[in-house]
């Protein structure tokens, strides 16, 4: 007969996605999730398999809670531009005033592994993919509905956008980065008139 889990593997695997967030892969260990979940090794094994595996389900774990809340946003009917410059806004803020300083759980992964974990860089890839695609269909829209001069590149300015979030959450990790976010979303935004 087999045992049922003594545990909740949706809480558990939401306490793992807390966990690699704040301190990244490298500096959580094994030792490390068995404490911060609150289960036995074999059972964390059992349920998630490797480190490796809980930290790739952790990531997507982090890219359907974090994910759609972009698109949703970009994607509302009406005016395309107050979105994108409320997103800008959203993000400098939020990494200004990072008291935590865990930055985002996608960013920090590209910055710790995606150099050399094929994996990890795949699903960086995929979450700033999503993102695009969404900031370039806002303007892509913009433009179309005149917010948005007809000479301005709406996938390049989505490029530079999404290059310029991921820089603000890395900057945003460096307590003295609140004037070096305000004037780049400023500039950024000014691209935007």
Not at 44 to 65: H, N, V
Not at 77 to 104: K, M, Q, T, W, Y
Not at 109 to 117: G, P, Y
Request: proline content about 4%.
């Amino acid at each position: 007969m087999a045992r049922t889990k003594e545990f909740d593997p949706d809480a558990a695997l939401q306490s793992a996605v807390e966990l690699f967030w704040q301190r990244g892969y490298e500096a959580t260990s094994m030792a490390d999730l068995v404490a911060h979940l609150g289960i036995a090794r074999a059972s964390l094994y059992a349920t998630f398999g490797s480190k490796r595996e809980l930290y790739a389900k952790a990531m997507d774990r982090y890219a359907e809670q974090h994910g759609p809340r972009i698109l949703e946003e970009l994607s509302q009917p009406g005016p395309a531009l107050p979105a994108v410059r409320e997103l800008i806004e959203r993000f400098a803020e939020e990494a200004a005033h990072d008291e935590s300083r865990r930055g985002c759980f996608v960013t920090n992964t590209a910055v710790e592994l995606a150099s050399h974990d094929p994996d990890a860089a795949r699903r960086v890839e995929q979450s700033w993919h999503s993102m695009e695609a969404a900031l370039t269909s806002a303007l892509m829209r913009a433009r179309a509905q005149g917010e948005l001069p007809a000479d301005r590149d709406p996938v390049a300015l989505a490029r530079l956008l999404l290059v310029l979030m991921q820089g603000m959450r890395v900057v945003g990790k460096v307590d003295a980065g609140a004037g070096l976010l305000r004037d780049a979303a400023d500039q950024a935004l000014s691209l935007l008139d």
